[in-house]
C-alpha cells in the first residue's frame, strides 16, 4: 500500500536559519504529492502541492520538488521565523485510486528560536 | 469565503456512549473526507463521502460510520465507545478530485472517560 516516510523531530533551529525537512514515499501509480503544517489547537493547513513529476511547489518562502527517481519531496526554507514553528506533515493522494485519501506521514515538529 | 466548520470544538464521553460529530464543507466542494489523529497512530483516513455517497474507506471498525447529506454536509458516528477512541477528529473538503488539495476544519477533539 501506499506510505510516507518522513524525519522524525523535533528540529530546532535557530531564527534564520535553513530548513531542510526530508520526505519520501512509495505508492503504486502516480501521486499527487503536499506538505500540510499544524499549528497548536488547529487543524492542517495546506502549505503547497505538487502534482506531477519534477514540479515543484512554494508558499509563503517554502519549496518542494516532486523527484520521480528518488521518490521524494523535501520541504526547504531558506530563512526561518519564529512564526513557522509548528507540525508539518508530508501527505500523498494516489491519483488511480477511487476518490480521495490522504496518506500522511508522522509529521515533523519544528522549533524555531529566536 | 467561509472554511470547513466542524462542531462541536470539544467533546467529553463516557465509555459504551455513542457521539456524532458535524462537518459544514467550503460552499460547492462536493468531496468531505473524515481523519483521525492520535499521537500514537498519527493521521488516519476514516471515510470519504461524494455525493451523498461513500467512495472510500479506511480501515476502522464498523463502529465508525459516517453520512453526507444533499447540502455537502457530513456527519460523522462513533458508537460504543472506547478509551481508545479518543482523538482529534479532522474534517476536510475538496471540490472535486485529489489535485485540488483538501481544506481541513479545526476538528472536533473528543475524549472518552
Known amino acids: 500500500g501506499d506510505s510516507v516516510t518522513q524525519m522524525e523531530g523535533p528540529v530546532t533551529l535557530s531564527e534564520e536559519a535553513f530548513l531542510t525537512i526530508n520526505c519520501t514515499y512509495t505508492a503504486t501509480g502516480y501521486p499527487s504529492l503536499f506538505w500540510y503544517v499544524q499549528y497548536p489547537g488547529e487543524g492542517l493547513q495546506l502549505l503547497l502541492k505538487?502534482?506531477?513529476?519534477?514540479d515543484k511547489g512554494s508558499n509563503k518562502g517554502f519549496e518542494a520538488t516532486y523527484r520521480k527517481e528518488t521518490t521524494s519531496f523535501h520541504l526547504e526554507k531558506g530563512s526561518v521565523q519564529v512564526s513557522d514553528s509548528a507540525v508539518y506533515f508530508c501527505?500523498?493522494?494516489?491519483?488511480?485510486?477511487?476518490?480521495?485519501?490522504?496518506?500522511f506521514g508522522g509529521g515533523t515538529r519544528v522549533l524555531v528560536k529566536p | 469565503k467561509a472554511g470547513v466548520t466542524q462542531t462541536p470544538r470539544y467533546l467529553i464521553k463516557t465509555r459504551g456512549q455513542q457521539v456524532t460529530l458535524s462537518c459544514s464543507p467550503i460552499?460547492?466542494?462536493?468531496?468531505v473526507s473524515w481523519y483521525q489523529q492520535t499521537p500514537g497512530q498519527g493521521l488516519q483516513f476514516l471515510f470519504e463521502y461524494f455525493s451523498e455517497t461513500q467512495r472510500n474507506k479506511g480501515n476502522f471498525p464498523g463502529r465508525f460510520s459516517g453520512r453526507q447529506f444533499s447540502n455537502s454536509r457530513s456527519e460523522m458516528n462513533v458508537s460504543t465507545l472506547e478509551l481508545g477512541d479518543s482523538a482529534l477528529y479532522l474534517c476536510?473538503?475538496?471540490?472535486?478530485?485529489?489535485?485540488?488539495?483538501?481544506?481541513f476544519g479545526s476538528g472536533t477533539r473528543l475524549t472518552v472517560v
Open positions: 501527505a500523498l493522494s494516489d491519483n488511480q485510486a477511487a476518490g480521495n485519501k490522504l496518506t
Open positions: 505538487a502534482t506531477k513529476a519534477d
Open positions: 460552499s460547492g466542494h462536493r468531496s
Open positions: 476536510a473538503s475538496s471540490p472535486q478530485t485529489h489535485n485540488y488539495g483538501y481544506t
